[in-house]
Each structure stands twice: as C-alpha cells, then as structure tokens.
C-alpha cells in the first residue's frame, strides 16, 4: 500500500514508528537506509518480509491497543506467532536490538526468534510472554552470548532458575536487566544471582517480589535450578513489628527469615537506576551502591526502617509512596535525600 511506497521512495528515511495499527496484516518494506523499525498494537499482523539491510533495531508489539474484557489470562501458544518469530529471524540478520512483544509466545516460539541470531545482538527484550520458562531463557543465553540488555518483563512463569542461568552466561557483561511482573523470583534469587553481575547500570524488578498471596494472584495465569559459582551473604531481617501476617517471597533457601520474610543484598558498584516498585515480599534492604542515582521503593510496604541500610551517596532522586514512616526515616538519614512519597 502507500505506505510501502513511501517507505521505498524515502531514499534518506532511517526511522519508522507505527502505533495503533490493529488492522495491518503484513509488513513488507523494503529500503536501503532504515536502520529502526517499531511497530505497535499490530494484533492482525501474520507477515514480516523486511528487506532492509540497514535495520539494526527492530520492535514489534502484537498486542491489542486496549485489552478485550474477558480475554484469556494466560494466552495459549499460536502457530502465526510462531511464523512471525521465523520470518523476523530470516529476514533480519544484522540486528542489534530487538523486542518481541508477543502474549502468546513460548519457548519454541523464542527458539524460532533465535535461530539465526545476529552475531552483533546486544539488546534483546521478550516482554509479556507469559508462557516462557526457565529452558527457554537456557536456550536464550547459548544463542545470544553477546547481550548487555535482557528484557524479559511480564514472563510471569521463570523463577530464580532463570536469573542463575542469566548470571552464569553473562556476569558482569550484563548492563542492562529488567524482569518486572515476574511473580516467581524471589529476595534470595535476585540476592545471589545479582552478586555477580557487578557491571548493572540499571535493575528494573518491580512487582516481582511479591507477598505469597499477591504472587499467587499474579501468577496465576502461569506455572525450574542452576547452581551459583559464588552466592552472596543474604540479608537478615529483624522480627517486624506486625502490621500484615505471614508470607512473602517464598525460598527454601536457609537465608529465608523470621516471619517467611526475606531480605535483598545489592552491592553493584555501577548500577545507577534501581526500581523496586509494588514489591510487597521485601521485608529489609541492604543497598551498597556508590552510583545509584534513582530509587523506586513505591509501594514496597513489608518493608521497615529497621531493616534497611542504604549506602548511595550519590542519590538524587528517591521515590517511597505508600512506605512505612520508619522507611521514610531512614532513607531521610542514611541518603540525605528526602523521599518522593506522592502515589503515581
């Protein structure tokens, strides 16, 4: 259609955003200066034929604008979802950066992605693939030794295994990791496997370290282990003054504590943003980040004061809505940055 021709016809076009696009079926360009192509909301689209030997960066996002009321909470697999992630894997050699957002994608959908993976990959985001489990993220890491981003936010199904494959095949090459509204991980998981990737700029968890009953709920719609070199030293955590019962973060590690609480141990010496956002399972932090520049605690509520230490002297932007006071206090003294507690 006309937009096919004027991708062509636009000789010195490096950049395509499409958005909204419910109806479009194909995507069929061809151009010798794209070098990124988005494409958003595509629920129709059942073909990908690129010729475009520039695309280095490449997003492709299938599901609808607006939810369908009633629709499945955990969408089974589908054979055209499986044919995109071919046709993208034949026809885009030279990428860089890729996101998948596709519900219905599971492990052998990814292994299609993967099955002729660029040799220059280094950011790869499969979001929302809530079928995806820990095999599939094994898989990942022997096609794509080169990562430095991995984006794998809303596979609500990987567990901890997951993070200790991530840990072992990239270490501190990763700079990049971001597995929010992953139900399955735990305190103790992110503690140990976090230990040695000493080279994060930027940890993005939020709403995966939940109480039991909020990761049930949320995990819900889903249903793996890899031994760490070296594990580092959990947290302990203080009896806490009771203000909601039991669980949390659920380990069968021997670091889990009182009250089937458990605490986080963060020392990264790089990473600058850290977003814990609605992790309701954290029940004491112990942050040694000298580069840290922003935090998200919001909504963290099982944590308290008592439990926390945070050494990030360069902090400049704190967010804390819906914390306890005695957090508010503490990062108050120990940050010398006063808290954002306004709700979002």
Request: hydrophobic letters at 40%; charged letters at 20%; one cysteine or more.
């Given at each position: ?159 901890d295994a997951a993070l200790e494959t991530l840990a072992a095949a990239y270490g501190g090459r990763l700079t990049h990791l971001l597995m ?61 003054r009771s203000r909601r019962g039991g669980g949390s973060c659920a380990s069968s590690d021997p670091a889990e504590v009182a009250g089937g ?47 926390m230490s945070a050494k990030c002297p360069s902090l400049v932007a704190l967010s804390a809505a819906e914390c306890s006071q005695s957090v ?17």
């Amino acid at each position: 259609g006309g937009l096919v021709r004027l991708v062509a016809a636009c000789t010195d076009l490096r950049r395509v955003t499409i958005e909204g696009c419910g109806a479009l079926k194909e995507l069929r360009f061809q151009s010798r200066s794209l070098e990124s192509l988005s494409v958003a909301h595509a629920e129709a689209l059942r073909t990908v034929e690129l010729r475009c030997p520039q695309l280095s960066e490449l997003s492709v996002h299938t599901a609808p604008l607006v939810p369908r009321a009633g629709g499945d909470a955990k969408p089974a697999p589908r054979e055209h979802e499986h044919a995109l992630a071919r046709q993208i894997a034949e026809c885009c050699p030279r990428l860089a950066r890729l996101h998948f957002a596709v519900p219905g994608l599971a492990d052998r959908g990814l292994a299609a992605l993967l099955s002729n993976t660029p040799q220059g990959l280094k950011a790869l985001c499969v979001t929302g693939a809530v079928n995806l489990t820990d095999q599939a993220v094994e898989a990942m890491v022997g096609c794509c030794p080169k990562l430095e981003l991995v984006d794998l936010s809303g596979c609500a199904s990987l567990t901890d295994a997951a993070l200790e494959t991530l840990a072992a095949a990239y270490g501190g090459r990763l700079t990049h990791l971001l597995m929010a509204c992953c139900p399955r991980l735990t305190c103790v998981g992110m503690t140990n496997a976090t230990a040695q990737m000493g080279g994060l700029q930027l940890l993005d968890v939020g709403m995966s370290l939940r109480q039991a009953s909020s990761a049930m709920q949320q995990a819900q719609q889903t249903p793996r282990r890899v031994p760490l070199k070296r594990k580092a030293p959990a947290l302990e955590v203080a009896p806490k003054r009771s203000r909601r019962g039991g669980g949390s973060c659920a380990s069968s590690d021997p670091a889990e504590v009182a009250g089937g609480e458990a605490g986080m141990a963060l020392h990264l010496p790089c990473l600058q943003r850290l977003s814990l956002w609605g992790c309701d399972g954290l029940a004491g932090l112990n942050l040694e980040c000298p580069s840290l520049l922003d935090l998200n605690l919001n909504q963290c509520t099982a944590l308290e004061g008592i439990n926390m230490s945070a050494k990030c002297p360069s902090l400049v932007a704190l967010s804390a809505a819906e914390c306890s006071q005695s957090v508010l206090d503490a990062l108050s003294r120990q940050c010398r940055v006063l808290p954002d507690t306004t709700s979002l």
